[in-house]
């Protein structure tokens, strides 16, 4: 495919080590594609216009080295990029509760973990599958299982926190002018597994904590960003809240005729080469790792929904 056919992508990725790989990687695009902001590609695909085969960079969850690798880099290469942070954390908070669980499962192992949330072990036999069944959990009860882990087992979870920017970092990084900064939720819950009244409240509180910071915000990722994790509902609520574009993790390039509360990224992983990522935006990807998550996601809602059957 011609780059000039390519439709605008979003490139998608979280923690970055590697200085070198990202200057690198980045180099290698910007010699052949154009990177945007990404509110700039919203607004023009809100207005129905064609934006043009650009690349727009994100990252998610708000970790320390969007100041210490992302920012420096992108500012030698002046290339714009968006930050999505959750709230509870950047401002001191615990740290998503993907990082808690995986901390417990390193201290006592799948089997003793699953113990904390009554999981078979014989379902869950990698950290991996055990994190995708608690997508399917109720947030209270993941946390409540974390909390008694916790608790019981002397482990700390604080010390993850430096992993993470906090408000001065964000401050920082927010003075760029090539930064964006969006929200990521108050504490990355999976949204459609909240009731009605802690949706509203965990949409408000994630913007609330990073307003004096950034004053008006009007880009959000979904918390794991897969088609069952929002819905019109939380869409309804984000557009409320003057969100004008939304990113997903469906994993493709942005067609015309796509929600703008519905746009699709493109996961990079440290090491892709630019040649690698240009071959997944030129092309349909499947993504394997999604795949298993979904697979474990419905095996463990058949099971809940079996559960509560049998408690009838």
């Known amino acids: 495919m011609s780059p000039r056919r390519r439709r605008p992508a979003i490139l998608s990725l979280h923690d970055v080590v590697d200085r070198g790989w990202f200057h690198r990687v980045l180099q290698e695009l910007s010699e052949r594609s154009r990177f945007v902001d990404l509110g700039s590609l919203v607004a023009a695909h809100v207005r129905g216009e064609d934006p043009g085969p650009f690349l727009a960079l994100t990252f998610d969850d708000g970790y320390k080295s969007i100041r210490t690798v992302v920012e420096p880099v992108c500012t030698e290469l002046a290339i714009p990029f968006t930050t999505f942070v959750c709230g509870d954390v950047v401002t001191g908070g615990g740290v998503p509760w993907f990082d808690r669980v995986g901390l417990v499962l390193e201290r006592l192992g799948i089997a003793r973990a699953a113990h904390y949330w009554r999981l078979n072990p014989h379902f869950v036999k990698s950290g991996r599958a055990l994190i995708n069944a608690l997508k399917q959990y109720p947030f209270d009860e ?161 099971l809940r929904r079996e559960a509560s059957r049998s408690m009838k």
């Open 142 to 302: 993941v946390l409540a299982g974390l909390d008694l882990a916790e608790a019981n087992e002397g482990i700390d979870s604080d010390a993850l926190r430096s992993r993470y920017m906090d408000i001065d970092d964000l401050r920082e990084v927010a003075r760029n002018p090539l930064a964006t900064v969006g929200s990521h939720s108050h504490r990355h819950p999976i949204l459609t597994n909240l009731p009605h009244a802690q949706l509203d409240a965990e949409i408000k509180a994630g913007l609330r904590a990073i307003q004096s910071v950034c004053p008006r915000v009007t880009l959000f990722a979904y918390p794991n960003g897969q088609p069952e994790d929002f819905d019109p509902h939380v869409m309804k609520l984000l557009q409320e809240q003057g969100i004008l574009g939304a990113v997903t993790t469906i994993q493709r390039s942005v067609r015309p005729d796509d929600d703008p509360l519905q746009l699709p990224r493109l996961g990079v992983s440290e090491g892709d080469s630019g040649d690698w990522i240009e071959l997944k935006w030129a092309l349909p990807w499947p993504a394997l790792g999604t795949m298993r998550e979904r697979s474990v996601r419905r095996k463990f809602r058949q």
